[in-house]
């Protein structure tokens, strides 16, 4: 989450102190009684796709449509997005926050209460009931996709005012939420009798202190603990926010607890310091360095940059990298040549939900999801780079390989390369170009791409 987003939950704040709870929410209230469909059996996850074995789809983005039928856009969605090579779906926060109808859910309040209790202004969330979310993610799992869960460890928000010894003064510290579960007091948030305060705040939001017993052992110990909580309603990954905000051993102990594929959104550009907190936490990380070049390489006209160093190239098997999430305002130019490098590079490759639903050319992107799932493995070699052209090669592994040639100019590029094959006929699998050159007996053979555009090459 990103700092600029604090003005909004103020605002919401404000907003909503300034309504009236009883007329804005009243329809909510009423159709609520549904039955429940039962939670999904381990017969249900085993046809699972391996997470990482195809691309993953980030299904939101910052401000979805309100009104508790976000749920339900998803599900419409996810037969074709697993038909196209997609293997998970993240999913915002789904608990009851402060916010209620309006939160994206990073200022959460009730870990769980997914939509069926009527505290915050509604009973739903912004994105819909716990019948709701149960069918998406019974419906992702029909479908072999595996749901990831986005979960806010770092703060709390939305407590009542109660004196607070350590502060000296009235703190929003006491939270006792409808689900009956994981009351909250000035003990368990920074300072407290443990500890003044952790590796980071966010905001002005109560700082969850995971050096208590007490926390630790509701976010992921007890048998009902919140990890527990969402692993037994189906979700089967996380994605944690704001990782900066505590030590990466609170994701390293969550993930010990329940399992499951886990990425950290760790906001820093640099790879080295990525690389660091992935080993400390022992899961995955969002590849930010990787962010950051292509931003330079494509918005900034220098694709020398993709030569610089980068997360999956520490650590391909624990990088998830991406072109735009919820919370990058700044627009890539010609973004489809960055999905054209995540999706032939190594690393995890994430697609955003705006990208591929409203603004990209979806043909293109699935040709590309295709690519990455059948033609892109092996190690890396990078063939050729200056400013508008760059050349690479994936080695093989399972499959024969490819050479991707990216061309950020204004005209037709050709360039001779080396390849891994000899006297072998090959073809651009986009489709943007009609050669089918042979490889020479050395493996070398021009290839060529159009401008602001890409193409990908393999054995015929
Ligand atoms: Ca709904
Ligand atoms: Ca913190």
Known sequence: MKTSKILYFFLMSLFFISC??????????????VEKEPVNSAKNRANLKPIGSGVMMQAFYWDVPAGGTWWNVVKGKVAAWSNAGIDAIWLPPASKAQNGPFSMGYDPFDYYDFGEYNQMGSVETRFGSTTELQ???????NNRLSVIADIVLNHNSGGNSEYNPFKGTNTYTDYQPMS?????????????????????????????????SYVRDWLWGRSNSVAKYYKNFGFD????????GFGAWVVKDWKNAVGGFSVGEYWDGNAATLDWWSGQAEVSAFDFACYYRMRDAFQGNNLNRLNDDMLWKRNASKAVTFVTNHDTDEIINNKILAYAYIL?????????????????DKNKLNNLIWIHNNLASGNTSILYVDNDEYVARRNGNNSAGIVVYINNSNSWKERWVETNWSNTR???????????????????????????????????
């Open 344 to 360: 032939t590079h190594e690393g995890y490759p994430t697609i955003f939900y705006r990208d591929y639903e409203d603004w990209l």
């Open 180 to 212: 009956g579960l994981f009351n909250r007091s000035y003990y368990d948030f920074h300072p407290n009798d443990a500890q003044a305060s952790d590796e980071g705040v966010f905001g002005g939001f109560a700082d969850l202190s995971h050096s208590k």
């Open 237 to 244: 990954g996380w994605r944690f926010d704001y990782v900066k």
């Open 135 to 141: 069918s998406l993610i019974n419906t992702a799992h």
């Open 20 to 33: 009236s709870n009883d007329e804005v929410f009243q329809e909510k209230e009423q159709s609520t009684t």
């Open 426 to 460: 090959i073809k651009d699998y986009t489709g943007h170009s009609g050669w089918e050159p042979v490889t020479q007996g050395g493996k070398w053979v021009k290839i060529q791409a159009p401008p602001k555009s890409y193409s990908v090459w393999s054995v015929k």
